[in-house]
């Protein structure tokens, strides 16, 4: 993992709501090999657009979040993982039933489409609940960080690859899940770019300083006046 150069580090979410739109973008960025395709575009266009970017050799990042009883995880992830996808998320709140069905399904898909299976990527707690929500939306009685700790390690001990992050959560959750649990995190932004709604971001370099292993990084890269001089500048800076 360790020996991943930055480009190999960097996810770009393809956050376009269609097919001509996305590859419009992977066609500008050359040198992106992994991107992200979550819940808009994948409704929109289905499989094509993943068809699509496996045919030009990149790495894919699912992010479809699954959340549902256990056979209908299995049968989602048993599905998602034919398409041959790098990464894929799903929440660590739907519990170890349907985390460890959900493993096991993907490795069945994968083997059966003769491809390698996904990485399960655990969401621990959506950023955009705030610790108010938490406590007295969801009645969960611990603090924010904990909650997102606790399902870390649910996910891990229920065989999962590892856990979606905040660059703020990462340097805890790797002394606590160790080397090998994958770390993916948003809310990264270089110094030059704006912050926008990201609130409590860390550079590329820090986060990856942090313990993240993969960073999704999109409007730096994608709202850039020139988007691929973007991505090399942030490459360069991570190497330093
Ligand atoms: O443009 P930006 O770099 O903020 O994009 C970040 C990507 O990561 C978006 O696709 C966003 O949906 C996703 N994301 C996030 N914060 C989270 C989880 C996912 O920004 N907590």
Redesign the pocket.
């Known amino acids: 993992m360790s020996n991943l150069s930055p480009a190999d580090r960097i996810i770009v ?1 393809l ?1 376009v709501p269609t097919e001509k739109d996305a590859l419009a973008l992977v066609d500008r960025l050359p040198d992106v090999g992994f991107w ?1 395709v ?1 819940l808009e575009l994948f409704v929109s266009t289905g499989g094509t657009v993943l068809r699509q970017l496996k045919e030009r050799n990149k790495r894919i990042f699912l ?1 479809l979040k699954f959340h549902d009883i256990p056979n209908t995880m299995a049968g989602a992830c048993r599905a998602a993982a034919r398409y041959g996808v790098d990464l894929l998320t799903i929440h660590a709140a739907a519990g170890k039933v349907a985390l460890e069905a959900s493993q096991k399904a993907a490795l069945e898909g994968a083997t059966a489409a003769g491809c390698p299976p996904p990485n399960l990527i655990a969401i621990t707690l ?3 609940i705030p610790p108010r929500a938490l406590a007295f939306e969801l009645k969960i009685p611990l603090e924010l960080n904990d909650y997102a700790l606790q399902m870390a390690i649910l996910a891990q001990e229920s065989g999962l690859a590892g856990a ?1 992050c ?1 660059p703020q959560e990462a340097s805890q959750l790797r002394s606590v899940c160790g080397e090998d649990f994958l770390l993916v995190t ?4 270089p110094t030059w770019a704006e912050a ?3 609130k409590r971001s860390l550079t590329p370099l820090e986060a990856i300083q942090a313990g993240a292993n993969y960073l ?5 890269i ?1 709202a850039a006046d020139d988007p691929a001089a973007a991505f090399a500048r942030i490459c360069e800076e991570m190497g330093k």
Not at 186 to 189: A, E, H, L, Y
Not at 216 to 220: A, E, Q
């Open positions: 979410p956050d992200k979550g992010d959506l950023t955009s979606v905040s948003p809310g990264v932004r926008g709604d990201q999704v990084i999109g409007r730096p994608t």
